[in-house]
């Protein structure tokens, strides 16, 4: 009889362990679980932020990575790494590749002013308008900017056709921070650009 109170005892104590180690466990995962969905929306957040803050400094760059003429349908990557598009204040600087006419690609490289700017920030999307002169051509452009996945859609529209560009933003001060390269700096000196 000693035994099986001893035995009972025993189960008890290691059953109330169990009942407290599961307990305990399921209170980690739930607190760990808890805690990554709270980080992950708060990355979340501070991705917008930062985005938004971008966009509202009207000093960023556009990387392409993807190319289409919108009439004749024709997408292409885009892998050079100095091509981009960027707006400094109202300063607006076109170093991409074009393709007006089938299979013919030449690239804008444009250095220009913003006018009529405007942003507006719609469900997560900033979309950004303005006009520029190319000469006495006056071009159209439209940013589509996503807060949430960071893609960044540009379309030009020019007299001679409209060409949508697919990429990313990112601050100006990248593309300063790669123009004031030791390298850069002689380059300008010499007078290679």
Not at 7 to 27: G, K, M, R, Y
Not at 43 to 53: L, P, Q, V
Not at 114 to 143: C, H, P, Q
Not at 163 to 192: C, D, F, H, W
């Amino acid at each position: 009889m000693k035994r099986y109170i001893f035995l009972s005892v025993i189960l008890l104590a290691t059953s109330l362990s169990w009942a407290q180690t599961e307990h305990l466990a399921d209170s980690a995962k739930s607190f760990t679980l808890d805690t990554a969905k709270a980080q992950r929306e708060a990355k979340k957040e501070a991705y917008a932020a930062n985005i938004s803050h971008i966009i509202e400094s009207r000093d960023y760059v556009f990387r392409p990575v993807t190319m289409q003429n919108v009439i004749t349908g024709n997408t292409r990557d885009i892998y050079a790494y100095y091509l981009y598009a960027a707006l400094l204040g109202d300063k607006v600087v076109l170093h991409l590749p074009v393709e007006f006419t089938s299979f013919v690609i030449d690239t804008i490289n444009l250095d220009t002013f913003a006018e009529e700017y405007k942003t507006s920030l719609i469900d997560g999307n900033w979309r950004i308008t303005f006009t520029m002169m190319n000469g006495s051509e006056k071009w159209f452009v439209e940013f589509f900017i996503s807060t949430i996945t960071g893609q960044a859609r540009l379309a030009i529209v020019t007299p001679e056709g409209v060409m949508r560009y697919l990429g990313t933003i990112e601050s100006g001060n990248a593309l300063r921070t790669v123009e004031n390269t030791p390298k850069a700096r002689k380059n300008k000196k010499s007078g290679q650009n």
